[in-house]
C-alpha cells in the first residue's frame, strides 16, 4: 500500500534561519506532489507542485523553493526564514488522474520566531 | 477556472442531532468534487469524492454528499452528530488538467456539543 512520510511534525526556528522539509512517499511510482500551507485560521494554499524528477511548478511567489532530487522525494526550502512563513505544511502525493484526490501527510507546524 | 465556497465558517450542532456543512463550486468543466477531514495539528483525510457516477456518494464515518448540478451543490451531511466529528471540514474541486490541481474551499469548523 502507499504511504506518504512527512517530517519533522514541529519545528521552530529563529527568522533568518534556513528551512528543509522533507517528504517521501512509498509504494508508488511516478507520483505528482505537491506542498501546501495552511495559515492559522486560513484555507490551504498550493505552493509547488511536481509531475516528475526535477520538474517544479510554483503557484505564488514567496520566499520558499522545492526540489524533487528522486522520484518519491519532495523537498521545501528556504535560505532565510521570514515571520510570515509560520504554517502548517502539507505534503501530498496524487496519481494525476483526475478523480483520484489526493492523500496528505500528516503536516509540520512551523513557528518562526 | 474552478473554485469552490463553504458556506458556513463555523456549524455548531448538538451530539446526535443532524449535521449539515454547505458548499458551493464553479467549474468550467465537469468537475470532480471532495470532501476532506482535519482534525487538529493533523494532515487531512478524505471523507468521500463525487467523480460522475451515482449523484449521492457516500463516505466514510456515516457522511455523504449529494450532487446538484443545477445547484452547483455539493452539501455534505450525517444523520447524527458524534463528538468525534469535531474537527475542520474542507470542500474540494478538481478539473483535470494533467496535474490534477485541487482548489480547496476555505473550511468549516464543526464543533459537536455534548
Known amino acids: 500500500s502507499q504511504t506518504i512520510h512527512q517530517w519533522p511534525a514541529t519545528l521552530v526556528q529563529p527568522v533568518g534561519s534556513p528551512l528543509s522539509l522533507e517528504c517521501t512517499v512509498e509504494?508508488?511510482?511516478?507520483?505528482?506532489l505537491y506542498w501546501y500551507r495552511q495559515a492559522a485560521g486560513r484555507g490551504l494554499q498550493l505552493l509547488f507542485y511536481?509531475?516528475?524528477?526535477?520538474?517544479i511548478s510554483s503557484e505564488v511567489p514567496q520566499n520558499l523553493s522545492a526540489s524533487r532530487p528522486q522520484d518519491r522525494q519532495f523537498i521545501l526550502s528556504s535560505k532565510k526564514l521570514l515571520l510570515s512563513d509560520s504554517g502548517f505544511y502539507l505534503c501530498?502525493?496524487?496519481?494525476?488522474?483526475?478523480?483520484?484526490?489526493?492523500?496528505f501527510g500528516s503536516g509540520t507546524r512551523l513557528t518562526v520566531v | 477556472a474552478q473554485s469552490v465556497t463553504q458556506l458556513d465558517s463555523h456549524v455548531s450542532v448538538s451530539e446526535g442531532t443532524p449535521v449539515l456543512l454547505r458548499c458551493n463550486y464553479s467549474?468550467?468543466?465537469?468537475?470532480?468534487l471532495f470532501w476532506y477531514v482535519q482534525h487538529p495539528n493533523k494532515g487531512l483525510q478524505l471523507l468521500l469524492k463525487?467523480?460522475?457516477?451515482?449523484?449521492l456518494v457516500k463516505g466514510i464515518n456515516g457522511f455523504e454528499a449529494e450532487f446538484k448540478k443545477s445547484e452547483t451543490s455539493f452539501h455534505l451531511t450525517k444523520p447524527s452528530a458524534h463528538m468525534s466529528d469535531a474537527a475542520e471540514y474542507f470542500c474540494?474541486?478538481?478539473?483535470?488538467?494533467?496535474?490534477?490541481?485541487?482548489?480547496f474551499g476555505t473550511g468549516t469548523r464543526l464543533t459537536i456539543i455534548p
Open positions: 501530498a502525493w496524487s496519481l494525476g488522474q483526475g478523480a483520484a484526490g489526493y492523500t
Open positions: 509504494g508508488t511510482s511516478n507520483p505528482n
Open positions: 511536481s509531475v516528475g524528477i526535477g520538474q
Open positions: 467549474s468550467s468543466y465537469s468537475p470532480s
Open positions: 463525487y467523480t460522475s457516477a451515482a449523484t
Open positions: 474540494v474541486v478538481s478539473d483535470y488538467f494533467g496535474n490534477e490541481k485541487l482548489t
